[in-house]
């Protein structure tokens, strides 16, 4: 199904429409019951200075072409983060004159993998924009799962998140983790709507999984931005991890995942202990790091 039919415009602004509190926006309360949370529609084309029939033709899909002016207005109307506003212009026709990126292949250049497995002291991984895992190193097969032993079609990290028990239970806050996950997921599908591989992986965990299907039809959008992990791994206990994401040049839609933790840490002891562990399928360490706490912050 294309953009167009999907009206991922109409949906996106209905579903920020409804997520925001009037009184945020400093509207008086009226007396009048509503029947559906959030903005009126006539609230939001008083806020955007527009009228009412341009919002419900535009919630409709019935127009698709909008200035970035009037972009600006909606996004400002609705109070919308960097990411949602980056999106509201991603699902405009305003966008269109941007060329699609290339869809990347599985194919990750021979000295990309040999810098994976130089890096001895960082799980790291290299990701494609549907959080396909292409190529990964020891400590990310020790950290998160052996992505040997999956088929290819199951290396997705948001798949996994959702349909693997054993990789969902490293999680210690699953659902802020599976929420992210979602919106990552949504941002890219904005991005990439003729991508029929992601378009299969919303289908599926669209069908399988209820929460996902709950937070899909949220709109929540997310970019990239610094971030910090906590599992609780069945090794080594709880650790946080923060998410070093570099951009590949000869590869625009891939990028190289580390996972670093901070200098002297408990969480910094703990990663040494496994990847110890893990490079040792025989002889390994019988005791686990001394002390180990860590903030289960993530």
Not at 188 to 210: H, I, K, M, Y
Not at 228 to 252: E, I
Not at 286 to 292: A, C, D, K, Q, T
Request: hydrophobic share 40%; charged share 25%.
């Amino acid at each position: 199904m294309s953009r167009k039919e999907r009206n991922e415009l109409g949906e996106f602004l209905r579903s920020r429409r409804a997520a925001l509190d009037p009184h945020r926006v400093g509207l008086p309360d009226d007396g009048r019951l509503r029947r559906v949370p959030g903005l009126r529609r006539e609230e939001l084309a008083q806020l955007a200075h527009v009228s009412i029939d341009y919002v419900v033709r535009l919630e409709q899909g019935r127009t698709r072409r909008v200035s970035r002016p009037v972009l600006d207005a909606l996004a400002d109307a609705l109070r919308l983060a960097p990411d949602e506003r980056a999106y509201l212009f991603t699902v405009a026709d305003v966008t269109r004159a941007v060329p699609a990126r290339p869809t990347a292949g599985p194919r990750v250049d021979p000295q990309l993998q040999q810098l994976l497995d130089g890096m001895h002291d960082n799980p790291a991984m290299v990701l494609n924009r549907r959080m396909d895992v292409l190529a990964w190193n020891r400590g990310a097969a020790a950290l998160l799962t052996d992505f040997a032993a999956l088929p290819a079609a199951q290396r997705n990290l948001i798949r996994l998140t959702f349909l693997d028990e054993s990789y969902r239970a490293l999680y210690a806050d699953w659902p802020r983790a599976a929420r992210e996950c979602v919106a990552v997921l949504r941002m890219e599908a904005g991005r990439n709507p003729d991508d029929r591989a992601l378009t299969a992986l919303v289908g599926e965990l669209t069908v399988r999984d209820p929460d996902f299907r709950t937070w899909w039809a949220n709109h929540q959008v997310r970019g990239p931005r610094q971030l910090s992990k906590t599992y609780r791994h069945p090794v080594v206990g709880a650790l946080t991890l923060d998410v070093q994401q570099f951009s590949v040049d000869t590869q625009p839609d891939q990028q190289l995942v580390a996972y670093t933790t901070p200098p002297g840490s408990p969480s910094q002891e703990a990663l040494r202990f496994l990847l110890q562990w893990s490079a040792h399928p025989t002889g390994r360490p019988n005791s686990r790091p001394s002390g180990h706490t860590a903030d289960l912050d993530g």
